[in-house]
């Protein structure tokens, strides 16, 4: 008798046999493989060459805990909603940033967490009455919460930190759904071909055994170490023998949205330093990697094509452009001990929510005046 999905708690592996090694969590009942992640050292400073931020822009670096979850009967909805059959709870893991585990049985839950358990408790009455599940075997969930590019390459990708060890028993792999299908290639260096990989889109899966693997990078928040060998692995697929000193000015300028308006002018006086202009809208996963590859300084507006720098040499050199409402702190935890450059424009509205949407402009003379003092070498 299978439990129907209830979503007034959590499953927080009470229960599970807790393993010592990765490779033993194929084995009989729900099991649980926990450990903490190896830390990175705090990003430096950023340095701030114009304008005025008005959010924090120096990320906060904790210890983050890596869990591998495998459940024997297991329903997996989109946007990151898996359910245990044996309980008919959704799992700890279904939480984007999920708090530390166990800190939500004997204390209220942040206001963030609070909103997200309410949303999941919705969808799981209108997705249990929805489209009838196709049957999996033995999965390895590697899908997330949103499907951009910058979630993808950042949060989904980050789970693959523990697929080696248990790639032998992993009979399909689960990718997310995306607008451009830029899933499967990040994912081909780790064996996915279309025929092994399912992707998360209306259809939900009833998987008889799930791995599923918490994320190595929580964006803004923290970052594991394990993520590295994840990004130098698609990059030694890509891009095995890159040439080196590259400088590139990644454009918005075909973006959906949060353009920066009059960006031709921005690039102009980045292409008269040495930048090449590109556009990752219409490139390609592979010639996007084997780009950043190459990079020895990365430049653009603060955006998902940026993020591209995790396949950059440590030590490459970011110059971030914000509008002082909207900026991030991703790619301070991704520079590897480099301090970030930041030059901030004139926001276009005042509300941060709005900010992560709207157009916005910078001065070229600002940015001009602001990289002078610069050695690109």
Known sequence: MVSEPKGDTY???DGYTQVQALGDVFGPGDRI?????TSVPRPPPPTVLAGKARLKVTPRVAPLELRLIKIERALVYPRQLIV??????PIFDSLRKPPPLGSLRDA????????????LRERIDRLVKARKPKRLANAFHAAGKHMGYGHVLLESMSRLWGFEEVSPFVECIIAPETTTGFARPLLAPFGATIRNTEILGDQPFHCDNLIVPSQAFLLNTTIAAEVWPIYERIRGFYAPNPRTGRRLYVSRRFAEQRRMLGEDEIEAVFSSRGFEVIHPERMTVEAQVALFASAEWVAGPVGSGLYNAVFSNPGVRMIVLGSGNFHSRIESLISRGVAVHYIFGSPSTQDRREAMTMDWRMDPQIVRRAIASLDFG
């Open 33 to 37: 493989y926990r450990r903490l992640g």
């Open 11 to 13: 499953e927080e592996y």
């Open 108 to 119: 209220p839950a942040p206001i963030e967490v609070d909103r997200e358990h309410r949303v």
């Open 84 to 89: 245990n059959l044996r309980t008919g709870k």
